[in-house]
């Protein structure tokens, strides 16, 4: 028998949904403009790239917060922090990848894993990115859910 997901929850208060009710967020509508205010100039054309990237993986929703652009299916899969001179990424995956260009990787369960790395150029987001960006939209559908 297939397994249905639970209909997200809607803050009462600003609106955004979540995978879990009262999920814990700070409430705020927030905007790119603010969001790359201290950042160089090619930053936020990195960043244009990068939402390029996570839309050819398929259609999500690009939610600017206080110091970050998320983007979501029905759950948050990878994440942009804009910096003076590069974007700061994330991509949640259900494995751990051991590679130089990922400096951090925080373990939330054995099969949740937030990997960081650094884009500082256009051609910092290749195929090996790109590959990853679509492995996280994936574990944003929660597909592995219905399993």
């Known amino acids: 028998m297939p397994v249905k997901l639970k209909p997200l929850w809607r803050c009462p208060k600003c609106g955004e949904q979540f995978v879990t009710k009262n999920l814990w967020h700070s409430c705020g509508k927030f905007g790119v403009t603010e969001l790359f205010s201290k950042s160089e100039p090619h930053v936020f054309e990195l960043f244009k790239k990068f939402s390029q990237v996570v839309r050819s993986c398929g259609p999500s929703k690009m939610i600017p917060q206080k110091t970050r652009a998320v983007f979501m ?4 899969f990878a994440a942009c922090y804009p910096r003076k001179k590069y974007l700061q990424c994330t ?5 751990s990848i051991s590679t130089p260009r990922i400096y951090k990787t925080d373990e939330y369960s054995p099969q949740c894993f ?7 150029s256009e051609q910092d987001l290749d195929q090996e990115v790109q590959s990853w960006l679509c492995e996280s939209y994936e574990v944003g559908l929660q597909k592995h859910l219905l399993e």
């Open 73 to 76: 299916v029905r759950m948050r």
């Open 91 to 95: 991509v949640v995956l259900r494995r």
């Open 114 to 120: 937030v990997h960081y790395f650094r884009i500082y």
